[in-house]
């Protein structure tokens, strides 16, 4: 069965706004989505988005937009061998996901896979992590905590399902997650309208 979504969050990082159209199947994701952001100058930014089983990234092709020109980015993923535009990346090798800079949609991989947003657990993870609007890549560590079912009944956004600590180096955020594994609220980054 196929869960059709159509998320829009305000992203307060980049005073902008991100709308995705997403398909979640058993195991499998696929996203489409459009970014239009301020900081750290205007910017209009689409992307493409699949996943093979297990929520798995295989495949994030990013193009970027501003007063400089654009930019393109294909990141390919064959079974933790991590290609750029065709060029192996050896430092992510062993990666699962794609981290796509300012966007909360690329969090639900792995509280997916580890069904962190209904069940307890902590887990590490290497991300490819595309920096924007410049769609630079690094290689990031990053951790997913399961804090707790989240208090209340939620909005017009549907029911909240969970709390989870996100963490990256130096940095800490305890992010709301709905039933579907899809990012309520990212404090100080970004939260969903609908």
Do not use: K
């Not at 699962?96 to 991989?109: E, F, H, I, Q, V």
Request: aromatic share 8%; net charge negative.
């Amino acid at each position: 069965m196929i869960t059709h979504l159509v998320p829009t969050w305000e992203v307060s990082a980049s005073r902008g706004v991100e709308t995705a159209w997403i398909e979640l199947g058993d195991g499998t994701l696929r996203a489409r989505g459009r970014v239009a952001g301020l900081v750290p100058a205007p910017y209009w930014l689409d992307y493409e988005l699949d996943t093979g089983p297990a929520w798995t990234t295989r495949r994030l092709a990013v193009r970027a937009a501003s007063a400089e020109g654009t930019r393109e980015l294909e990141l390919l993923n064959d079974d933790g061998r991590w290609t750029v535009d065709g060029r192996h990346r050896p430092e992510l090798d062993g990666a699962l996901d794609c981290d796509l800079g300012l966007s909360p949609l690329t969090n639900t991989m792995p509280v997916l896979r580890h069904r962190l947003h209904r069940e307890p657990g902590r887990h590490g993870f290497l991300m490819a992590w595309v920096r924007v609007p410049d769609l630079t890549l690094h290689p990031s560590h990053q951790t997913y905590t399961h804090l707790g079912p989240a208090g209340g009944d939620d909005d017009a956004v549907g029911s909240a399902a969970a709390t989870v600590r996100y963490e990256s180096g130096d940095f800490r955020s305890d992010l709301l997650f709905d039933r579907h594994g899809l990012v309520v609220d990212y404090p100080d980054l970004a939260r969903r309208h609908g």
